[in-house]
């Protein structure tokens, strides 16, 4: 019901907005005789023709000359209002379209929601691509947005755990497979359209993405994605098992988060990716078993961040003008590297952070391009700005 009445609200702010004819036509024909007044004026000023004898008589050729001005006048009102008329019209046709193209919309936004509702694994998958196209072909951003937000709703549904495959459960385990395919469906859509240019046919750059919550395993590629402007939520995401790959992606403009984002069991990987121009943040995220790399020149935070028994990778990340806050991270039990990380300028702070330096960052920050303002705890040393 709430998902009809957006859509319902998206076309009613899209309603035809017309004057009445008479009023139309009234404003048209005092436009015109107030410009074809000033017109009459100029010529005469500029012909110098302010002088008209009085004295001179009415002859048939002025008479004359006076009746075809008149023809002329009342033909141009006539043309004003076929004007007027034909641009009603054309506005008529135009919202019809328009509310014809949603309705059409609508039809098929219902059939493809109520095909993710099926029980059967294949149905929903054909509603996935159904909605999909949908959101391509979408009349108004509003409306693809909310076929976007439809498919985010349904990967933050409770997602079963696998029954196993043992004999007596194999049947579930076949139903778990193929729900599971439907997820990763969607998954690989939104990495496929958020990598087409912005302003292409199917590009979903700057709608906003809600992944919060949401289970991203198995094998997953946002290889070359562009998040750019919206809001980009991995609030509270897991994940978990295989490998999901951000290669070269990029997160510009606009928020992006995975704050409290769990991400353990698997390979992530976010080699060259690029966070510029608007706020990354990782607060409170729980890195485990994983490989995790950046390119920055935005602000990134990993405030209240957990590495325990991972293999966490910054090596050769770049932080370009960057302000970069660990504050209250905790390091336990697991391998940082920031080998070869490059710094130049911007703030780096690691206010309150617990647990052994990470390696390498000593000798990064100390080798950054341009001194930095940074603050280290204590136990892990001073920072002696690079001579200039």
């Known amino acids: 019901m709430t998902t009809n009445r957006r859509l319902r609200s ?31 004026y100029g010529l005469v000023v500029l012909l110098d023709f302010q002088e008209i004898d009085s004295t001179a008589k009415l002859d048939a050729k002025t008479l004359f000359d006076l009746v075809k001005l008149s023809f002329g006048v009342v033909a141009g009102a006539g043309a004003l209002v076929a004007l007027v008329v034909a641009y009603r019209r054309q506005r008529v046709d135009e919202a019809g379209a328009h509310r014809e193209a949603t309705r059409l919309h609508t039809e098929r936004f219902s059939q493809a929601v109520d095909k993710l509702g099926s029980d059967s694994p294949a149905v929903r998958l054909g509603g996935v691509h159904a ?10 951003d509003g409306l693809r947005q909310t076929c976007i937000d439809v498919l985010c709703a349904y990967l933050q549904l409770p997602f079963p755990p696998d029954p196993g495959d043992s004999p007596s459960h194999q049947e579930e385990h076949h139903h778990y497979l193929a729900l599971r395919k439907v997820r990763h469906t969607i998954l ?25 919550g949401v289970v991203i395993d198995g094998t997953l590629s946002f290889d070359g994605a562009s998040f ?34 769990s991400f353990s069991g698997s390979t992530v990987s976010f080699d060259g990716a690029s966070f510029s121009g608007g706020t990354v943040s990782f607060d409170a995220a729980r890195f485990s078993s994983e490989r995790v790399s ?15 028994g991972a293999t966490v990778s910054f090596d050769n990340a770049t932080f370009f003008g960057a302000d970069t806050s660990l504050d209250r991270s905790r390091f336990s039990s697991a391998e940082v590297y920031f080998i ?8 780096v702070t690691f206010n309150r952070a617990t647990g052994p330096a990470p390696t390498g960052l000593l000798t990064a920050v100390r080798g950054a391009l341009v001194p930095l303002d940074i603050s280290l705890p204590p136990s892990w040393g001073t920072y002696r700005p690079r001579p200039a």
């Open 188 to 212: 690989r859509l939104i990495g496929d359209h958020y990598r087409r240019p912005k302003g292409d046919h199917g590009s979903w750059q700057g709608c906003d993405l809600d992944l919060s």
């Open 131 to 140: 909605l999909a196209g949908l959101a391509d072909d979408a009349p108004n």
């Open 340 to 347: 070869g990380a490059w710094f130049s300028g911007g703030q």
């Open 294 to 308: 950046f390119y920055s020149n935005g602000r990134v935070s990993f405030n209240r961040a957990r590495f325990s």
């Open 10 to 40: 998206v076309s009613t702010d899209r309603e035809l907005r017309l004057w009445k004819v008479g009023r139309a036509l009234s404003i048209t024909f005092i436009a015109a005789v107030l410009s074809a007044s000033a017109v009459f």
């Open 228 to 261: 750019s402007g919206g809001t980009v939520s991995f609030d509270g995401a897991s994940f978990s098992g295989g490998t999901v790959s951000f290669h070269r992606a990029s997160f510009s403009g606009g928020t992006v988060s995975f704050d409290a984002a």
